[in-house]
């Protein structure tokens, strides 16, 4: 089983800053890697898919980058609305496995 | 409108049975893969069980393989997850999720059923 490690486990910014989370994998996911953002009490929400592609509908403030075991995602300027917790999963291999996740919160 | 709605969550004892269901709605059930994804309380979220586009291969997390059960009826629409000898360690809320055209991340999600496994 691949084992994704996401940091850091908690990450505080202000609104307009930038955000860089972290993902990484066990062995070679290759750019099979999504991201999810999700908010309390909701499910999770695609961003990004394929490492870098941003899902359907998803602002241009989001952007996805890496390949292999390391990845990031990159939230440019940070509003109200993206403070949630956000996962990555990758789907190289059977069992698909998450992260354990970042919640971005406010500083 | 495309849409999950899962049901058959509740309350069950330890070592029972559950069946979970999801409707799908607004898209071509029959041309993706199918997957069912757990968070417990306050937890991280948890791949569980995945199918093909036509079911016939089936996939399992190594913590429910042998006691749980994927399958899906393409004339309804319908995604289904037999769970047996069930155990506290399986409490969560069990989300429906469609994955992407040749791709296994799920950009359609419903929005959850809840299953409590407690004496």
């Known amino acids: 089983e691949i084992v994704m490690t996401q940091s850091p486990d908690t990450l505080s910014v202000s609104p307009g800053e930038r955000a860089t989370l972290s993902c990484r994998a066990s062995?070679?996911?290759?750019?099979?890697l999504a991201w999810y953002q999700q908010k309390p009490g909701q499910a999770p929400r695609l961003l990004i898919y394929?490492?870098?592609t941003r899902a359907t509908g998803i602002p241009a403030r989001f952007s996805g980058s890496g390949s292999g075991t390391e990845f990031t995602l990159i939230i440019s300027s940070l509003q109200s609305e993206d403070f949630a917790v956000y996962y990555c999963?990758?789907?190289?291999?059977?069992?698909?496995?998450f992260g354990g996740g970042t919640k971005v919160e406010i500083k | 409108e495309v849409q999950l709605l899962e049901s058959g969550g509740g309350l069950v004892q330890p070592g029972g049975s559950l069946r979970l269901s999801c409707a799908a709605s607004?898209?071509?059930?029959?041309?993706?893969?199918m997957s069912w994804v757990r968070q417990a309380p306050g937890k991280g979220l948890e791949w569980v069980s995945g199918?093909?586009?036509?079911?016939?291969?089936?996939y399992y997390a190594d913590s429910v393989k042998g006691r749980f059960t994927v399958f899906r009826d393409n004339s309804k629409n319908t995604l289904s997850l037999q769970m047996n000898s069930l155990s506290p360690e399986d409490t969560a809320v069990y989300y429906c999720?469609?994955?992407?055209?040749?791709?296994?991340?799920?950009?359609?999600w419903g929005q959850g059923t809840m299953v409590t496994v407690s004496s």
């Open positions: 199918l093909s586009d036509t079911g016939g291969s089936t």
């Open positions: 999963q990758q789907y190289n291999n059977w069992p698909l496995t």
């Open positions: 607004g898209f071509t059930f029959t041309s993706y893969a």
């Open positions: 062995q070679s996911v290759s750019s099979n």
């Open positions: 999720a469609k994955a992407m055209w040749t791709t296994d991340a799920f950009d359609i």
């Open positions: 394929g490492a870098s």
